[in-house]
């Protein structure tokens, strides 16, 4: 028999539910629940779980300020390529790109359709008709794909969860911003030993 004091490794993930699933175990159901706008859920408990309604983020975007590039252009280094636009954050523009092409590309802005890979501008002489990249990067390097912070109806805010100061941000950044059932403030349990 192993030696309970020893403690398996666990996710930050996996310890949230097992420490949630032990403190509300023994707290009473959540009966006196309201149904409140997303706006009112500060200082209030979740009495159902939030999942996101879409992905987070919703597109692949770039991680860094730099260069959108095929990765297959990058085979021979420096590389000089043609810089045919640019895609600020918070654009939907998708330049065309092909062969011997890239997009300069700012942090949070999304992939150009033809790219699978950013290269920080750190790594360039930062041109602006034409640019030479120094150094090689793997492929998809530098990019956030669509879904990889939250996916779509499996990313949750689990039930007993305070409304603190990030809940409802938090809710608001997955897509939730309709009505969710809460327990008045004041009225939430916890435990203090």
Same mark, same amino acid.
């Given at each position: *028999?192993?030696?309970?004091? +020893?403690?398996?490794?666990? $996710? ?8 949630? $699933?032990?403190?509300?175990?023994? @707290? ?11 706006? +009112?859920?500060?200082?209030? %408990?979740?009495?159902?779980? %939030? ?6 983020? =919703?597109?692949?975007?770039? =991680? ?10 990058? =085979? !021979? ?5 043609? /810089?045919?636009?640019?895609?600020? #954050? ?5 330049? #065309? ?6 997009? &300069?590309? *700012?942090?949070? @802005?999304?992939?150009? !359709?033809?790219?699978?890979? /950013? /290269?920080? %501008? ?9 640019? $030479? ?7 998809? +390097? ?7 912070? %939250?996916? @779509? ?27 969710? &059932?809460? =327990? ?5 349990? &916890?435990?203090?030993?």
């Amino acid at each position: *028999m192993s030696d309970p004091t +020893q403690r398996v490794l666990l $996710t930050v993930e996996e310890y949230l539910d097992e420490l949630l $699933t032990t403190l509300l175990a023994g @707290a009473a159901a959540l009966d006196d629940v309201e149904d409140v706008p997303l706006a +009112q859920a500060l200082g209030r %408990v979740l009495a159902l779980p %939030v999942h996101a309604a879409g992905d987070v983020p =919703a597109f692949a975007n770039s =991680a860094m300020d730099g260069y959108a590039v095929l990765h297959d252009d990058l =085979a !021979s280094l420096p590389a000089t390529l043609r /810089v045919v636009g640019a895609v600020p #954050a918070g654009s939907s523009e998708d330049p #065309a790109m092909g062969l011997g092409e890239c997009v &300069r590309i *700012m942090t949070g @802005a999304p992939l150009p !359709s033809g790219a699978d890979t /950013v /290269v920080p %501008v750190e790594v360039t002489d930062g041109g602006t008709s034409t640019v $030479t990249i120094t150094e090689a990067r793997t492929p998809g +390097q530098h990019v956030r794909g669509a879904g990889e912070d %939250v996916r @779509a109806r499996r990313g949750r805010r689990r039930r007993g969860r305070d409304g603190h100061r990030s809940g409802p941000g938090v809710a608001g950044r997955r897509g939730r911003r309709d009505r969710h &059932r809460a =327990a008045p403030p004041g009225r939430r349990r &916890r435990s203090h030993g």
